[in-house]
Nanobody, 121 residues
Framework: QVQLVESGGGLVQPGGSLRLSCAASGSIVSINVVGWYRQAPGKQRDLVALITRGGSTNYADSVKGRFTISRDNPKKTAYLQMNSLKPEDTAVYYC???????????????WGKGTLVTVSS
């Protein structure tokens, strides 16, 4: 059984930084795309950033130049470095990953339970 566990959320002042982590565990054969979505209260879940197995990245326009996504393949962990945080970045951040397992060699999308980021003075 695959699990994705996010960590690193919390309360930060505007202009501050946080680093989110997403650790995958289970009978994993391969991890393809990994990414982060966020959902603010009363709003839909939106893509923040993603990174492919080869390291190509894509970002939402609202976070370009401020957020950086990375991954450590041997550790099965992805990171989201968030700098120059703004109140509008406040949301629950969800990690997702396309993973193949020993029981299912095709890629399936898994989600973490989310971590809350609050940007406020």
């Amino acid at each position: 059984q695959v699990q994705l566990v996010e960590s690193g959320g919390g309360l930060v002042q505007p202009g501050g930084s946080l680093r989110l982590s997403c650790a995958a565990s289970g009978s994993i054969v391969s991890i393809n795309v990994v990414g982060w979505y966020r959902q603010a209260p009363g709003k839909q879940r939106d893509l923040v950033a993603l990174i492919t197995r080869g390291g190509s990245t894509n970002y939402a326009d609202s976070v370009k130049g401020r957020f950086t996504i990375s991954r450590d393949n041997p550790k099965k962990t992805a990171y989201l470095q968030m700098n120059s945080l703004k109140p509008e970045d406040t949301a629950v951040y969800y990690c997702y990953a396309q993973i193949s397992t020993v029981d299912r060699l095709g890629y399936m999308t898994y989600w973490g339970k989310g971590t809350l980021v609050t940007v406020s003075s």
